[in-house]
T-cell receptor
Framework: DAGITQSPRYKITETGRQVTLMCHQTWSHSYMFWYRQDLGHGLRLIYYSAAADITDKGEVPDGYVVSRSKTENFPLTLESATRSQTSVYFC???????????FGSGTRLTVV | AQRVTQPEKLLSVFKGAPVELKCNYSYSGSPELFWYVQYSRQRLQLLLRHISRESIKGFTADLNKGETSFHLKKPFAQEEDSAMYYCALSRVGNQGGKLIFGQGTELSVKP
């Protein structure tokens, strides 16, 4: 049931490098989201998008950039990675019928 | 401000015992409440929505607007229920509403 896929699953990068996490969904859901998961913080919203070319900040957007040129893709870019961005990143989408949010398998990012 | 509070970081019970995972929320409008489960750091899976009033894997949750709570309950815990559970909130009727999560409760069911 790979309706929403994230890549890569694991990534190690160095401080200061730019890295892009990919998210692709096959349902044509309008709404997509990026969360980061950290111990003690649960999941926090980074950015979200209501449609192609429409994005907005979430709770913790600093240091991240998103784009949505196509409905099915919602990449997340760390412009200059820092150790504090070491986390597990989850992408999610929501269907218009409102049956809940569907999450990808996550990307575990380590910044060294 | 929207907020979801899960007061217990860890809940440990024995197999067959009842389990209740607490969730309290603060929201000025009409919320849509969810429970998500995450097994071994895998993807989050939707467990329950308060609107559907379903029972999934023996779990139920009732929205109590007076107490602003949405506690998750199961009468007899199983070892396979061991996982991370997240309560989450969104706005009713807003299909793009941001999903706000609590900090999560790790449930450990011992044999």
């Amino acid at each position: 049931d790979a309706g929403i896929t994230q890549s890569p699953r694991y990534k190690i990068t160095e401080t200061g490098r730019q890295v892009t996490l990919m998210c692709h969904q096959t349902w044509s859901h309008s709404y997509m989201f990026w969360y980061r998961q950290d111990l003690g913080h649960g999941l926090r919203l980074i950015y979200y998008s209501a449609a192609a070319d429409i994005t907005d900040k979430g709770e913790v957007p600093d240091g991240y950039v998103v784009s949505r040129s196509k409905t099915e893709n919602f990449p997340l870019t760390l412009e200059s990675a820092t150790r504090s961005q070491t986390s597990v990143y989850f992408c999610a989408s929501r269907e218009l019928a409102g049956y809940g949010y569907t999450f990808g398998s996550g990307t575990r990012l380590t910044v060294v | 401000a929207q907020r979801v509070t899960q007061p217990e970081k860890l809940l440990s019970v024995f197999k067959g015992a009842p389990v209740e995972l607490k969730c309290n929320y603060s929201y000025s409008g009409s919320p849509e409440l969810f429970w998500y489960v995450q097994y071994s750091r895998q993807r989050l899976q939707l467990l329950l929505r308060h609107i559907s009033r379903e029972s999934i894997k023996g779990f139920t949750a009732d929205l109590n607007k007076g107490e602003t709570s949405f506690h998750l309950k199961k009468p007899f815990a199983q070892e396979e229920d061991s996982a991370m559970y997240y309560c989450a909130l969104s706005r009713v009727g807003n299909q793009g509403g941001k999903l706000i999560f609590g900090q999560g409760t790790e449930l450990s069911v011992k044999p």
